[in-house]
């Protein structure tokens, strides 16, 4: 494994964290699975604040929390707590701010919930900094130069921790040039987490009140395998939808006049928020939760077809598999994530207990599993993603 998780805020949006699940706004939440307070937060795909631009079929955009008045924090729970080092990579953008200027935090915290570590790309000083915690409560700051970053312009932060109670390491870039490189140091509370000793299970990011910030292409590894497995450099993380049934195709879809692939498509929509001069019309796409594939039989899987990359003539680094389901039965449901690569089935591994709600699960993939190679943009081109029903 060296992909943890990772997501280019390109399809999911929402302004009402309350109601994550229940309604077709709400992917963004269901996503990251859970946030606190609220704000002008989406996806949005204004051509004057993107990063880059896509294909017109693509809606790119990025999070940006806008309001001047809360502050917001999204969480992601990984599905394996045992990480004693993490590298997270993400554009920035401090779009407007008081004093401090304010892009996003990064913060890690333990299966305990303990916050570990907090990682800043800016301050007042135009400095990156981070912050781990030890014992006690007690903290450590590590500052990278003034004026490395300043507000309103794009940069590309990549941060790596090694967690330790006297060997840990900080290695810090903005722009892929190393500005913070700490060694030898307390990273961790001595002996570690009390049940999972130097394990790492969340990630959130963050933003202060009085303040707005943009973050894209966001990326977590965890330093083995052997792809991907240290910095990365800047990256794109794009989202192709299912544009064709596949090859297997067990489950009813509803309406059942729709194709299976139609049920798990994305649906358009846009909204002028407009309750502050720097909020702009946007676009953003959503799932139809009125249309799915319901499958109950054991046994039986369902996948789809895809879009095609735009082609950079670049290697992969990793696949992404997104999947979301809910069950509305008793009982238990459980289900497994699956690619498909020529006439051949790869199993995720992971058994998902399905929950009554709307919720987002994921299968990161690094290197290819019909191969035990490098991913390419050929292969992507051709590949299936899907879910069976195991229980």
Same mark, same amino acid.
């Given at each position: 494994?060296?992909?943890?998780?990772?997501?280019?805020f390109?399809?999911?949006?929402?302004?009402?964290?309350?109601?994550?699940?229940?309604?077709?706004? $709400? &992917?963004?939440w269901?996503?990251? /699975?859970y946030s =606190?307070?609220?704000?002008?937060? *989406?996806?949005r %795909?204004?051509?004057?604040?993107?990063?880059?631009?896509?294909p017109?079929?693509?809606?790119i955009g990025?999070l940006?929390?806008?309001?001047?008045?809360?502050?917001?924090k999204?969480?992601?729970?990984?599905?394996?707590p045992?990480?004693?080092?993490?590298?997270?990579?993400?554009?920035f953008?401090?779009?407007?701010?008081?004093?401090?200027?304010?892009?996003?935090?990064?913060l890690?915290?333990?299966?305990?919930?303990?916050?570990?570590?907090?990682?800043?790309p800016i301050?007042?000083l135009?400095?990156?900094?981070v912050r781990v915690?030890?014992?006690?409560?007690?903290?450590?700051?590590?500052?990278?130069?003034n004026?490395?970053?300043?507000?309103?312009?794009?940069?590309?932060?990549?941060?790596k921790?090694l967690?330790d109670?006297s060997?840990?390491t900080?290695e810090?870039k903005? $722009? &892929?040039?190393?500005?913070?490189? /700490?060694?030898g =140091?307390?990273?961790?509370?001595? *002996?570690g987490? %009390?049940?999972?000793?130097?394990?790492f299970?969340e990630?959130?990011?963050?933003k202060?009140?009085?303040?707005?910030?943009?973050v894209d292409?966001?990326?977590?590894l965890d330093?083995?395998?052997?792809?991907?497995?240290?910095?990365?450099?800047?990256?794109?993380?794009?989202?192709?939808?299912p544009d064709?049934?596949?090859?297997?195709?067990?489950?009813?879809?509803?309406?059942d006049?729709?194709?299976?692939?139609?049920?798990?498509?994305?649906?358009?929509?846009?909204?002028?928020?407009?309750?502050?001069?720097f909020?702009?019309w946007?676009?953003a796409?959503?799932?139809?939760?009125d249309?799915?594939?319901e499958?109950?039989?054991?046994?039986?899987?369902?996948?789809?077809?895809?879009?095609?990359?735009?082609?950079?003539?670049?290697?992969?680094?990793a696949?992404?598999?997104v999947?979301?389901?809910?069950?509305?039965?008793?009982?238990?449901?459980?289900v497994?994530?699956?690619?498909?690569?020529?006439?051949?089935?790869y199993?995720?591994g992971?058994?998902?207990?399905?929950?009554?709600?709307?919720k987002f699960?994921?299968?990161?993939?690094?290197?290819?599993?019909?191969?035990?190679t490098?991913?390419?943009?050929?292969?992507?081109?051709?590949i299936?993603?899907?879910?069976?029903?195991?229980?």
């Open positions: 494994m060296a992909l943890v998780f990772m997501d280019g390109d399809h999911y949006t929402d302004r009402t964290p309350e109601l994550a699940g229940d309604d077709p706004l $709400n &992917e963004l269901d996503k990251w /699975e =606190i307070n609220v704000g002008g937060v *989406g996806a %795909s204004s051509l004057s604040v993107l990063r880059r631009t896509a017109s079929s693509w809606n990025y940006g929390v806008g309001s001047s008045w809360y502050p917001i999204i969480y992601r729970h990984f599905n394996e045992h990480y004693d080092t993490l590298i997270v990579g993400f554009a953008n401090a779009l407007h701010a008081m004093n401090p200027p304010t892009a996003p935090e990064i890690f915290y333990d299966e305990d919930l303990n916050l570990c570590a907090e990682v800043h301050d007042s135009g400095r990156p900094w915690f030890k014992d006690a409560g007690a903290y450590d700051d590590y500052y990278g130069p004026d490395t970053t300043e507000e309103n312009t794009w940069y590309h932060c990549e941060c921790i967690f109670d060997a840990g900080i810090l903005i $722009n &892929e040039t190393l500005v913070i490189d /700490e060694s =140091i307390q990273t961790f509370k001595t *002996g987490d %009390s049940n999972n000793n130097y394990s299970a990630v959130a990011i963050e202060g009140i009085f303040a707005g910030m943009a292409d966001f990326y977590v330093g083995q395998g052997s792809v991907a497995n240290d910095f990365i450099g800047d990256v794109r993380i794009d989202t192709i939808y064709a049934d596949g090859d297997l195709i067990d489950f009813n879809p509803f309406p006049t729709e194709d299976n692939y139609e049920c798990v498509q994305p649906i358009l929509f846009s909204y002028y928020r407009g309750l502050f001069p909020e702009w946007w676009d796409t959503a799932i139809d939760k249309k799915y594939n499958g109950v039989t054991v046994g039986h899987r369902e996948c789809y077809h895809h879009e095609s990359l735009l082609s950079l003539n670049t290697p992969v680094l696949v992404q598999q999947s979301m389901f809910r069950k509305t039965d008793a009982g238990q449901k459980q497994e994530q699956f690619l498909r690569i020529g006439a051949n089935n199993d995720s992971r058994d998902i207990d399905v929950p009554d709600f709307y699960y994921y299968n990161p993939v690094t290197l290819n599993p019909a191969t035990s490098q991913w390419t943009e050929a292969t992507v081109a051709t299936q993603s899907g879910i069976k029903i195991n229980i």
